[in-house]
C-alpha cells in the first residue's frame, strides 16, 4: 500500500528511473526510484503536531533531505534505512537549500532497481587497477611480506570484495571498488616518493599501502547504498585492519616480531593524528609516508568530485562544503567575476 498523504491528486507512478538526485530543481515535481539514507522521527516544535520524517533521498548523482510532514509514525514502519522507494515529490527550497516534500511512496518492487542507478562504480578499469596491485605485489622482496599479501590477495572471496567494496560511506571514493581505487592511487603516488627517498623501505611501505584499509571489507557492507556494519560502528577500521594483519601474521610461520611491529605501526598510525583516528602518531619513515600519500589522495579525490559535479552543472562555484568549511573554485570560460572575487580566502 502507497504511503504518506493522500490529500492531492498526484501523477500516476511510473516505471522508469525518474530524474537524477542532480537534475532536481526547486518547485518541481517528480516521480522516480530513490534511497532512503538515515530516516528518522522528529518531533514538531509544536509537540501537539506530533512527528515528522526526514531522510536523504540518494542515487548516484547525490543526496538531497527529503520530509513526511503527515502519517510520518506509519511512513516510518515501511522507510528503513538503505531501501529503495519509489517517490512522488515536489521540490521545495528551505535555507537556500533543496528539500523534497514525499507525497507518496512505495517501497521498490524486485527489479524495479538497478544498484548502478544507485550507487556510483569507480570509473577506472578494474582489470588495470588490479593487475597494478598483482605487479606491485611481485615485486615485493621480502618473503614474509609477500607471503602476508598473498594470505589475502590471493584468497578468492577476499579478492572478490577487493574488487567491489567502497572505501566510504560518504566523502571521498563512496562508490563501488573504491578500495581498489585508493590503493592503485597510493600505489601510483608512492612510486616518484620512492624515486626520491631511497631511504624508504619499500616492501614495508607497499604492503602497509595495500593492507593498512583492509578492515574497509568488514567495515562497510553494501546493496543499493553503502552501509557501515556493526563492527565499522563498534569497532572501526583502522582496528578492524590490525586485527586482520595481526590474524594473518599468526598463520606465517616465522614471521619476524619486528617486522610485524614495522608493519602494525602503519596499520594503527595511518591516520596521522590521535583526533583524526590514529591510535598512534607516525613514528618512522614509512610511516609518514603513508599517512601524507594516504590523506593526499583523499584530499585530491574529494576536491575532484566536488569540482567535478559544479562543471557538469554549470556552475563556477560548488555549494559551501560545511566539511571543507569553504566553497571550491571550479573555473569558467571568463574568469572571475566581481562577485566571484569577493569569495576568495
Not at 619486528?258 to 595511518?270: D, M, P, Y
Not at 590523506?295 to 568530485?305: G, I, P, T, W, Y
Not at 563556477?316 to 573555473?331: I, K, V
Amino acid at each position: 500500500m502507497d504511503g504518506g498523504p493522500k490529500c492531492h491528486a498526484p501523477v500516476d507512478f511510473q516505471e522508469e528511473k525518474g530524474p537524477w538526485v542532480s537534475e532536481l530543481g526547486p518547485g518541481q515535481e517528480f516521480i522516480g526510484f530513490y534511497v532512503a539514507r538515515n530516516p528518522r522521527l522528529e518531533p514538531f516544535r509544536d509537540p501537539t503536531k506530533g512527528k515528522y520524517m526526514r531522510m536523504q533521498l540518494v542515487d548516484r548523482s547525490g543526496a538531497v533531505q527529503a520530509r513526511i510532514w503527515e502519517e510520518a509514525e506509519q511512513a516510518s514502519e515501511q522507510i528503513l534505512d538503505g531501501i529503495p522507494l519509489k517517490i512522488d515529490g515536489l521540490i521545495e527550497l528551505y535555507n537556500e537549500e533543496l528539500q523534497v516534500q514525499i507525497r507518496r511512496f512505495r517501497p521498490a518492487r524486485s527489479g524495479e532497481v538497478r544498484r548502478e542507478d544507485m550507487i556510483n562504480t569507480s570509473r577506472r578499469d578494474p582489470e588495470m587497477m588490479w593487475l597494478t596491485v598483482q605487479e606491485a605485489i611481485q615485486q615485493v622482496k621480502d618473503p614474509c611480506l609477500t607471503a602476508l599479501l598473498r594470505y589475502f590477495y590471493d584468497s578468492l572471496p577476499t579478492a572478490a570484495r577487493l574488487l567491489e567494496v567502497p572505501a566510504a560511506r560518504v566523502i571521498h571514493r563512496s562508490y563501488m571498488r573504491g578500495l581498489l581505487e585508493h590503493s592503485y592511487e597510493l600505489l601510483m603516488l608512492a612510486t616518484p616518493l620512492l624515486a626520491l627517498y631511497p631511504e624508504i623501505d619499500r616492501d614495508l611501505l607497499v604492503t602497509g599501502i595495500l593492507l593498512h584499509d583492509i578492515g574497509k571489507l568488514e567495515e562497510y557492507d553494501f546493496d543499493f547504498d553503502i552501509s557501515v556494519t556493526d563492527a565499522g560502528k563498534l569497532i572501526g577500521h583502522v582496528v578492524l585492519s590490525e586485527r586482520m594483519v595481526s590474524r594473518a601474521i599468526r598463520s606465517i610461520e616465522g614471521f619476524p616480531e619486528k617486522r610485524e611491529q614495522q608493519l602494525l605501526h602503519l596499520v594503527i598510525s595511518h591516520h596521522g593524528r590521535y583526533e583524526w583516528g590514529a591510535a598512534r602518531r607516525p613514528k618512522s619513515l614509512e610511516a609518514i609516508a603513508l599517512h601524507h600519500l594516504d590523506n593526499l589522495d583523499a584530499q585530491v579525490n574529494r576536491f575532484n568530485l566536488l569540482l567535478a559535479a559544479a562543471r557538469e552543472n554549470g556552475k563556477t562555484w560548488t555549494d559551501y562544503d560545511r566539511m571543507l568549511g569553504r566553497m571550491l573554485y571550479a573555473g569558467n570560460q571568463n574568469g572571475l567575476g566581481l562577485e566571484e572575487n569577493s569569495y576568495l580566502e
